[in-house]
């Protein structure tokens, strides 16, 4: 039986072929061979998921999860159906305005259906044919290269279980999914096969169904008591639910879960929450909270519960980075706004040390094994006595820890913001001058030719005046809070250096809507950056200093306020004023570098990206790079490697060379070439090329120079960016030795060469640990 054709669907499909073409980045595709039928190629559809916060959206569907398939040809013209959709992408309170309490009760209508939100991963079931089905995850089919099983793989066993104990067969669950033309959404809860944040124990394991999709270009998805009727039919977990009338309800059942966390003696991750958009909808009023969706369409939101589940997030992620850092926590480089509670810094802390003690414990940790038992361990240890004195003695370093580096009291401090436009630091500079009286200078408001160093000449002046100076600028770069570093490195007693710091640690584009968005509220009641209503050039300033922004480094302040971009003014200036008294933390200097790098400014998915796409690449890379960007192993902070600590004695002018370069106040900036990737089924690498100067011209000091000649040509020749590493029992030292064997025969069986357009990329050397 051939599939009844829709020709909107068959359109949709062809935009995103054309959406593609024209702009790779933003939307990309992968084919499979089904395995049920390996006639039939199945695309499956990415989108770029910064994009989906946009409106107008770039996209023709927001659906998130969207597998298709070539019909026959009628004629000249390609026919295409909808295999299998997802859910159209929703958002979690206030993560974007439309989904702000406020917004969602003048947009949205009851009912309010609330499902149990499962922590696991996403199942897609459809039907190939009415009696073949295709099992996906939430973007791939079938086994992936390197693992023992794929998460479709385990989604398709578990189905096959719980089809067999209902007493049903694939082939009638192929035949109601295709008369009806529905997707199976189901989330796959197993810890023997992948452990998440929350425990599902073997008699709660399985397929949990949580709705019933038409696999069509709208979102329609059945209602959850039809979806529950349907689970206990055909086999599956059935996902609870609970109805309420209004968005206070709504906020105020949630809020009242939130607090223990479990619903109907389950731990929960929170709810989805599903409705309609009312009419009128809030869009056709306009403002930050206009919805992007017409009246009367199918709405979904989130509520997440922070504790404990962000949390225990918090500490699983913390896990993986020491694991690659060898429990190194300077290494590890851990985000200052994770660190924030005194059990996370206490886990922290506890799980380095058995890092060191006993690695192979974790040996399976970044395969999804062995992390709710470590935090079962970890809490145990908390209710312990001795994990008990531990909590008490980093209470005691924090508390005790106001003085200088030689025991002397600090004098007077300096307020500097690190942050970008639009983040508020102004509004909070005022108000903290206005509650305490501290003295203020802002940069937008020099108008010398040099205004860098009348900003701090002012700050100095000040300095004579008040004990505390806010030096309210953006500080968005390492030389801005170097320059006030400089201003005070001789004071007696020492100056504090105090962060107000924004750390960028929310999606980018939700970054730039937040911000832009308040730049467009204040209009033209700014010195030099004003809203553009028309071209929204204001937009481009703020994404530019997004990308050029460089992160708060521990040696760089004496303590620091982490801020949050999402917070409400009000909350902002109380996060301000009740760090102010208490932040005073001296921090420990950085330990001696055990290498010096380049630090490539460059972001390695979106460039690459593009190269893997093309037809001609090897499988072996194309699957490499499909893998690397599936567990998130791109590598973020890119970096070329050129002289280590345990080679300095063999090139001990180098080391000098680099090591002046990484003191420098403001580093000369190097450029170089990338024209090749080349990888192995281990390690990834893109080959470093044509190494100079950027601008010879400014280089004063001529050090930039002095390390371009102390550059030995075999270390020139092996200079490379490691991309990525299949896991993390590879060590990245590997990605050198492949370079240097690929520039000894570049036709090399073992080694895959990828080309890339030429790309040119900028950066300083920096000393690493």
């Known amino acids: 039986m051939a599939p009844i054709f829709d020709a909107d669907d068959s359109e949709l499909i062809e935009e995103l072929f054309r959406l593609h073409k024209s702009k790779p980045k933003l939307v990309r595709y992968s084919e499979y061979n089904a395995p049920a039928a390996p006639e039939m190629i199945i695309q499956s559809w990415k989108m770029n998921e910064f994009k989906y916060y946009d409106i107008p959206s770039p996209f023709p569907t927001l659906a998130r999860g969207l597998f298709t398939t070539e019909l026959d040809k009628e004629g000249k013209a390609r026919r295409y159906r909808i295999v299998a959709r997802g859910y159209d992408k929703f958002f979690n309170i206030g993560e974007v305005p439309w989904t702000a309490w406020g917004s969602l009760e003048s947009h949205t209508k009851p009912p309010y259906l609330l499902t149990l939100k499962s922590n696991g991963c996403i199942i897609f079931a459809a039907a190939l044919t009415p009696s073949k089905l295709l099992v996906t995850s939430k973007h791939s089919l079938g086994p992936v290269e390197g693992q023992p099983e794929s998460h479709a793989e385990a989604g398709e066993r578990w189905l096959h279980r719980h089809l067999e104990d209902a007493g049903k067969t694939t082939q009638e669950f192929a035949k109601v999914l295709w008369d009806n033309n529905w997707t199976a959404i189901l989330e796959l809860c197993d810890d023997s096969f992948e452990e998440h944040v929350l425990p599902y124990p073997p008699e709660k394991a399985g397929l949990r169904l949580h709705g019933l999709n038409e696999c069509s270009r709208s979102f329609k998805t059945m209602p959850p008591d039809f979806v529950i009727a349907f689970a206990k039919e055909w086999g599956f977990i059935p996902t609870p639910f609970t109805v309420l009338n209004t968005i206070p309800e709504v906020k105020s059942f949630t809020e009242e879960i939130s607090e223990t966390g479990e619903w109907q003696g389950e731990a929960l991750e929170g709810f989805v929450v599903r409705t309609t958009v009312s009419e009128p909808p809030t869009g056709s009023r306009g403002g930050r909270g206009a919805s992007p969706y017409k009246a009367g369409s199918s709405f979904f939101f989130k509520v997440k519960f922070d504790e404990p589940y962000m949390m225990y997030r918090d500490w699983r992620e913390a896990t993986k980075r020491l694991l690659t850092a060898n429990g190194s926590i300077v290494a590890a480089n851990i985000s200052k706004s994770k660190m924030m509670r005194p059990e996370t810094r206490l886990y922290v802390d506890w799980v380095a040390k058995e890092i060191k003690r006993d690695k192979m414990q974790f040996k399976d940790y970044n395969k999804g094994k062995g992390i709710i038992g470590t935090r079962n361990r970890f809490l145990a240890y908390m209710e312990s006595e001795t994990g008990k004195k531990g909590q008490q003695e980093l209470e005691h370093v924090q508390e005790n820890a106001s003085g200088s580096a030689d025991g002397k009291k600090f004098g007077k401090t300096i307020i500097m913001p690190v942050a970008i436009p639009g983040c508020g630091k102004t509004t909070i500079a005022v108000a903290l001058v206005h ?335």
């Open 435 to 769: 509650l305490f009286g501290f003295g203020h200078t802002q940069s937008d408001d020099v108008r010398a030719k040099k205004a860098g160093p009348a900003f701090i000449k002012n700050v100095k002046q000040l300095l004579q005046t008040y004990d505390v100076v806010i030096a309210d600028k953006n500080n968005h770069l390492r030389q801005h809070r170097q320059a006030l570093r400089d201003l005070v490195k001789k004071d007696i007693p020492p100056t504090r250096l105090l962060a107000l710091n924004w750390s960028l640690d929310l999606p980018l584009s939700t970054i730039a809507r937040i911000c832009g968005d308040r730049v467009y509220e204040r209009g033209d009641r700014h010195q030099t950056l004003r809203a553009d209503p028309l071209v929204k050039t204001h937009e481009d300033v703020i994404w530019h200093f997004i990308n050029t922004a460089e992160e708060l480094a521990d040696n760089e302040v004496d303590a620091s306020i982490e801020m949050d971009l999402t917070d409400s003014l009000e909350d902002a200036i109380e996060r301000a004023v009740n760090g102010c008294p208490e932040a005073k933390t001296k921090i420990k200097g950085p330990p001696p570098p055990r290498y010096f790098g380049l630090m490539a400014e460059v972001g390695l998915e979106h460039a690459l990206g593009p190269a893997f796409e093309e037809e001609n690449v090897p499988q072996k890379a194309k699957e490499l790079w499909q893998h690397l960007m599936a567990d998130q192993r791109v590598a973020k902070r890119p970096h070329v490697t050129v002289v280590h600590l345990k080679t300095r004695e063999e090139e001990p002018n180098l080391w000098k060379t680099c090591e002046t370069l990484h003191k420098l106040s403001s580093p000369p900036l190097f450029k170089f070439a990338v024209r090749n990737v080349v990888c192995n089924e281990r390690i990834m690498a893109a080959v470093v090329e044509d190494l100079e100067l950027q601008n010879p011209e400014q280089d004063d000091g001529q050090h930039g120079h002095e390390f371009l000649a102390t550059l030995p040509p075999d270390i020139r020749s092996r200079l490379h960016i490691t991309v990525g590493t299949k896991d993390s029992s590879v060590n990245p030292v590997e990605a050198k030795e492949m370079v240097e064997e690929w520039r000894k025969n570049a036709n090399r069986e073992d080694i895959v060469t990828v080309p890339v357009a030429e790309l040119r990329v900028s950066g300083r050397i920096k000393g690493l640990v």
